[in-house]
T-cell receptor, first 116, second 115 residues
Framework: GAVVSQHPSRVICKSGTSVKIECRSLDFQATTMFWYRQFPKQSLMLMAT?????????EQGVEKDKFLINHASLTLSTLTVTSAHPEDSSFYIC????????????FGPGTRLLVL | QKEVEQDPGPLSVPEGAIVSLNCTYSNSAFQYFMWYRQYSRKGPELLMY????GNKEDGRFTAQVDKSSKYISLFIRDSQPSDSATYLC???????????????FGTGTRLKVLA
């Protein structure tokens, strides 16, 4: 099956710093990637849709200036949490849309962010 | 009312039991229905993908969609302790219809299969 990786898997940072998370599709090209956030014992909440070569589309209530998304190539999307605060601590998961079966998404392993 | 409702569990069953997991939804425009398995602190893994109503079988897993009742199910036969995980349903309207390929997820059901 299609493989999506994320880096780093875990990150701990101080409040006020910025953190960049990478999402890569390893064996296919993805024009569309998605970024989700998952709090403990809760479901995945879509934050934004990342389209290669264009601006991301953010969901209602998600601050685009705080969560910067860049999708500069067909295999890489990045999410930067700017000026992170403890309430940003969460599990961030990306997915990539299958270019053949376009209704299918393959998920990365997630990045656990802890802001102190 | 949430767009997708799913009982969070936990659901505990003995090894070998048939497990039934369900989701209900309110958006009649949903056409694509997925089931994902998520182990603790890991990303979701696609188990089943169904378009419109009907049944789909893959090994020990069977997915059912009843669009008239807005109800979907995942059955796991001969459950194993390794099936212990959180099972998430996800739905979408479809990119051609809605212009996006967004998924709406249920809250997930935690399943424990006891040896």
């Amino acid at each position: 099956g299609a493989v999506v990786s994320q880096h780093p898997s875990r990150v701990i940072c101080k409040s006020g710093t910025s953190v960049k998370i990478e999402c890569r599709s390893l064996d296919f090209q993805a024009t569309t990637m998605f970024w989700y956030r998952q709090f403990p014992k809760q479901s995945l909440m879509l934050m934004a849709t990342s389209n290669e070569g264009s601006k991301a589309t953010y969901e209602q209530g998600v601050e685009k200036d705080k969560f910067l998304i860049n999708h500069a190539s067909l295999t890489l999307s990045t999410l930067t949490v700017t000026s992170a605060h403890p309430e940003d601590s969460s599990f961030y998961i990306c997915s990539a849309r299958d270019p053949v079966n376009q209704e299918t998404q393959y998920f990365g392993p997630g990045t656990r962010l802890l802001v102190l | 009312q949430k767009e997708v409702e799913q009982d969070p569990g936990p659901l505990s069953v003995p090894e070998g039991a048939i497990v039934s997991l369900n989701c209900t939804y309110s958006n009649s425009a949903f056409q694509y229905f997925m089931w994902y398995r998520q182990y603790s602190r890991k990303g979701p893994e696609l188990l089943m993908y169904t378009y419109s109503s009907g049944n789909k079988e893959d090994g020990r897993f069977t997915a059912q969609v009843d669009k008239s009742s807005k109800y979907i199910s995942l059955f796991i036969r001969d459950s194993q302790p390794s099936d212990s995980a959180t099972y998430l349903c996800a739905m979408s309207e479809g990119g051609i219809t809605s212009g996006t390929y967004k998924y709406i997820f249920g809250t997930g059901t935690r399943l424990k299969v006891l040896a």
